[in-house]
């Protein structure tokens, strides 16, 4: 279990991997490739291979197929598999979090935050079906946040520091699970306070040592404040507008209320991009409709 300091609560998204307060920032380019190779698969949904999928299409079926069987067989696992030697990416990858206040080991109020990544896909009949009041009673919270569904708008991930911090799920120990109705979570984090609700626009520390990559051609969607901070944005929600896609991220400013001086932005990364963190690690902030950045630095 890791824990981490700072009222942005939403920002818990940024703790699918290891945690913990660091001064470095991600090396660029250079390790992009690496973290979105180290995307595991656990993160991402599982894709076949088309040499994979036809040996166990060979293993399946008797020698009399004909070649024209072998050949769909073939089309079909290419259609459903990367490019050949293109890194996974876990842009898109659906994922929802539930935010608790509960008392601390010596009483003081913490929120715990679990997640679904990499042991649930939240089914949204399974998500609907939970009631909040009833989660809060089971596990006396004080106050509880249904931060989900959510998307990822991310290529990858990047530990700046790997096994220097963290404890638990961060330096590869055994996950702590529990299921919510018919959803299975993992603690994540464990935050100081009991403010589970963000303050829109407010830039918050969430101190870790992972940050996001992005692979040349993606598409960035950024937010820009009066000083010239550049965030990116990490991930999109359905809780506030359920039928948000991606489709309507490029647009997604004409429908922000931005405070005085704050921009939104799309471009097109030129080249694999990291995120660099700041000192101490990420600065986040969090739209009117849930959807959360990152700030470059």
Same mark, same amino acid.
């Given at each position: 279990?890791?824990?981490?300091?700072?009222?942005?609560?939403?920002?818990?998204?940024?703790?699918?991997?290891?945690?913990?307060?660091?001064?470095?920032?991600?090396?660029? !380019?250079?390790?992009?490739? +690496?973290?979105?190779?180290?995307?595991? $698969?656990?993160?991402?949904?599982?894709?076949?291979?088309? #040499? +994979? =999928?036809?040996?166990?299409?060979?293993?399946?079926?008797?020698?009399?197929?004909?070649?024209?069987? #072998?050949?769909?067989?073939?089309?079909?696992?290419? =259609?459903?598999?990367?490019? *050949?030697?293109?890194?996974?990416?876990?842009?898109?990858?659906?994922?929802?979090?539930?935010?608790?206040?509960?008392?601390?080991?010596?009483?003081?109020?913490?929120?715990?935050v679990w997640g679904t990544?990499?042991?649930?896909?939240?089914?949204?009949?399974?998500?609907?079906?939970?009631?909040?009041? $009833?989660?809060?009673?089971?596990?006396? *919270?004080?106050?509880?946040?249904?931060?989900?569904?959510?998307?990822?708008?991310?290529?990858?991930?990047?530990?700046?520091?790997?096994?220097?911090?963290?404890?638990?799920?961060?330096?590869?120990?055994?996950?702590?699970?529990?299921?919510?109705?018919?959803?299975?979570?993992?603690?994540?984090? $464990?935050?100081?306070?009991?403010? &589970?609700?963000?303050?829109?626009?407010?830039?918050?520390? &969430? &101190?870790?040592?992972?940050?996001?990559?992005?692979?040349?051609?993606?598409?960035?969607?950024?937010? $820009?404040?009066?000083?010239?901070?550049?965030?990116?944005?990490? =991930?999109?929600?359905?809780?506030?507008?359920?039928?948000?896609?991606? !489709?309507?991220?490029?647009t997604l400013g004409e429908?922000? +209320?931005?405070?005085?001086?704050?921009?939104?932005?799309?471009?097109?990364?030129?080249?694999?991009?990291?995120?660099?963190?700041?000192?101490?690690?990420?600065?986040? &902030?969090?739209?009117?409709?849930?959807?959360?950045?990152?700030?470059?630095?």
């Amino acid at each position: 279990m890791t824990k981490i300091a700072g009222p942005a609560l939403l920002a818990m998204v940024l703790l699918l991997t290891a945690c913990g307060s660091d001064d470095s920032e991600a090396d660029g !380019a250079e390790d992009t490739t +690496e973290a979105v190779e180290e995307t595991t $698969t656990d993160e991402a949904p599982a894709e076949s291979t088309t #040499e +994979e =999928s036809t040996d166990d299409a060979a293993e399946d079926e008797p020698e009399a197929d004909t070649a024209s069987d #072998e050949t769909a067989a073939t089309d079909d696992a290419a =259609s459903a598999a990367p490019a *050949a030697g293109a890194p996974a990416s876990m842009n898109g990858f659906r994922y929802c979090e539930i935010l608790m206040s509960v008392p601390g080991e010596e009483g003081e109020p913490v929120t715990e935050v679990w997640g679904t990544p990499g042991h649930d896909p939240c089914d949204q009949a399974d998500w609907d079906a939970l009631d909040p009041d $009833t989660i809060a009673a089971d596990n006396d *919270a004080t106050s509880i946040h249904m931060n989900g569904p959510r998307y990822f708008t991310v290529d990858g991930t990047l530990d700046t520091a790997p096994g220097e911090t963290g404890v638990g799920i961060a330096a590869g120990g055994d996950a702590v699970l529990r299921d919510f109705g018919d959803i299975s979570m993992a603690l994540l984090a $464990t935050v100081d306070g009991d403010d &589970v609700e963000p303050v829109l626009y407010a830039p918050s520390l &969430v &101190v870790r040592t992972t940050t996001w990559a992005f692979q040349a051609g993606t598409e960035l969607y950024e937010l $820009t404040d009066p000083e010239g901070n550049v965030y990116t944005m990490q =991930s999109y929600a359905l809780f506030e507008d359920p039928t948000l896609t991606a !489709a309507d991220l490029p647009t997604l400013g004409e429908r922000l +209320e931005l405070p005085e001086g704050w921009s939104y932005s799309t471009r097109v990364a030129d080249e694999d991009f990291v995120v660099a963190l700041a000192p101490g690690g990420a600065m986040v &902030v969090n739209d009117e409709l849930g959807n959360s950045y990152q700030r470059n630095g």
